[in-house]
């Protein structure tokens, strides 16, 4: 029997930290906020677009619906990724209950039409809201993840 060896990689990035005129983890982690900020029209714009392909899905027959559900599910994740980053907190959370129902879906065959039509509606509700965690908003959230628990999607 091989004894099993342990060992830590060295950190190449703590020698550039502690460079002396290196910028503090601070200073780093505020220039990363600022450049996210920066970017947060492109990333409203690119959530509005993928909003409108989710939409899409909501007009579509039950038989459609399932047949497309992983790029419906793709899309979902591709939203819940990067909508927090534009104060979208709440679109993003819709959207990860939708990948969630279509993962679900893929991984145990559970399947709620109407369950997902409801996240399709509430997250066309939330955008229209302004996207963000306001009250009204954690109230469908709660709600949603209620909801999915009780069909028995696992997140």
């Not at 996210?36 to 007009?59: H, N, P, Q, S």
């Amino acid at each position: 029997m091989t004894v099993a060896r342990i060992f830590t990689p060295e950190n190449r990035l703590a020698k550039i930290l502690e460079a002396i005129q290196a910028p503090t983890a601070a200073e780093l982690i505020a220039d990363a906020e600022s450049r996210v900020e920066a970017l947060g029209d492109a990333i409203r714009t690119y959530v509005a677009e993928k909003l409108e392909e989710i939409r899409a899905f909501a007009e579509q027959s039950e038989d459609v619906l399932f047949a497309e559900c992983r790029t419906l599910g793709e899309t979902a994740m591709n939203v819940a990724e990067v909508a927090g980053a534009a104060g979208l907190e709440a679109v993003g959370e819709v959207a990860r209950g939708i990948s969630a129902m279509v993962d679900n879906l893929i991984s145990s065959g559970v399947w709620h039409t109407d369950a997902l039509r409801l996240h399709l509606d509430a997250l066309a509700l939330v955008n229209a809201s302004g996207g963000g965690m306001t009250p009204e908003n954690e109230v469908i959230l709660m709600r949603l993840r209620g909801m999915r628990e009780a069909v028995g999607v696992v997140e």
